[in-house]
């Protein structure tokens, strides 16, 4: 099984946005909450438009872990998600598999005319390899040579997060629900950086 990577390159994620949004909003929005959040894709893939409408906060029970998450939505994140689902039914998921129009036609039983109402048909969300073809296929597009899967989207988190925060790993520790830093480390490829400058500095 190929392991997975964070996207380290800042210009390289913006060129993914770029590649998704052109695409689908969905698979936009998809990447989106992978990079902001820290949630696996398991628990994305499981959210509704009434878990996002509105709140300030992602507030989920993990379904791995089963621990509850409480995390604030990113500003930038939350403008896009405004957008998105703005004209979307609280029940639907948010990463749905097919996309429907906010309404319908339905004949009226009395005039037998053709009216528009509320469309409340259910979704469901797309499946794990069908969010793993989306984003392989814009990493491959966006030029990326890593191994790129759903799992990085949490990675991409973890590994910003760590430089953001002047690299106090107890802190993305936290975020990720990891039980030690050194898991932390690996996961997000740091391990590796250092292990790799270490053997090309190394002069005799």
């Not at 997975?4 to 689908?24: A, F, G, R, S, T």
């Not at 509850?68 to 609280?90: F, R, S």
């Not at 390899?129 to 759903?150: C, M, P, S």
Request: net charge positive; with cysteine; charged share 35%.
């Amino acid at each position: 099984m190929n392991y997975v990577q964070p996207i380290k390159d800042v210009n390289k994620i913006k060129k993914m946005e770029q590649i998704l949004k052109e695409q689908n909003m969905r698979d936009y929005i998809l990447f989106e909450l992978g990079i902001y959040s820290a949630l696996r894709i398991s628990d994305i893939l499981k959210l509704k438009v009434k878990d996002l409408r509105g709140k300030t906060h992602f507030e989920l029970k993990e379904q791995k872990t089963g621990k509850i998450k409480k995390l604030a939505i990113n500003p930038e994140l939350k403008k896009d998600l405004v957008e998105y689902l703005k004209d979307k039914d609280d029940e639907e998921y948010v990463i749905g598999s097919r996309e429907r129009a906010p309404f319908m036609l339905v004949k009226d039983k009395k005039t037998k005319e053709l009216v528009r109402v509320p469309n409340t048909s259910p979704n469901s969300p797309i499946s794990r390899v069908q969010a793993w073809n989306i984003l392989n296929d814009a990493a491959r597009k966006a030029g990326l040579t890593e191994n790129i899967g759903t799992h990085s989207l949490r990675k991409t988190f973890g590994y910003h997060m760590y430089n953001h925060c002047d690299k106090d790993v107890t802190i993305v520790q936290d975020f990720l629900n990891h039980s030690s830093p050194k898991i932390t480390l690996r996961y997000i490829g740091i391990d590796q950086e250092n292990k790799d400058e270490l053997v090309c500095t190394l002069r005799y």
